[in-house]
């Protein structure tokens, strides 16, 4: 039997780690940066080797997300308002031909009753107004009426109906404003001559 000595060196033997022993904390060995001595690439980073960055950079980051939300906003400007300026010119283009139709029909009306073309003027009249009275009530109404020499049509009004005022000029030297009404035939999609008041 041996006698009990001072204490020397741990067992020569590696003992391995498990639920009796565990595996001791070593640091890690540094890892070579650059090419090996004899010049080849150095081995990849293991586990437990700290990236060079803690955190991916942040430079530039929020100059990136600035330009690109003002992008995707002049893009949306561009669309929506490209979209709008299309419908206002629709809008000014409808009620401009509006107008000319209205101005037309008013004209093409008033010139019919100037030149005593009764049944002219009363093609141009709507299915209610139409309704209301016979081409034969119609010729000896307006015949009875005095006598036109001239008329100046103004600008049309779209509100719900489309009114155009037009300014009569009598035979007899007498001046008279009157509204004409216009309506929109379901058929056609023309206007036409529902009352003149």
Known sequence: ??????????????????????????????????????????????????????APPTEGRTARLWIGLGVAGLAVLLCCGGGLAALVGLVVAGNQAVNEQARAVVGSYYEAVKDRKYAKAYGLLCASARNRETPREFERRVAAEPEISSYRIGEPAVAGQVTVPVDVTYASGRQTRQEVSLDQNTGTGKLEVCGVG
Not at 6 to 24: I, L, Q
Not at 44 to 51: A, E, I, N, Q, S
């Open 1 to 54: 039997m041996t006698a009990p000595g001072p204490a020397g060196p741990s067992t020569p033997y590696p003992v391995r780690p498990g639920p009796e022993n565990p595996a001791p904390a070593y640091p890690a060995p540094p890892v070579p940066v650059g090419p090996g001595p004899d010049g080849t690439p150095a081995p990849p980073p293991g586990p437990g080797v700290t990236p060079p960055f803690a």
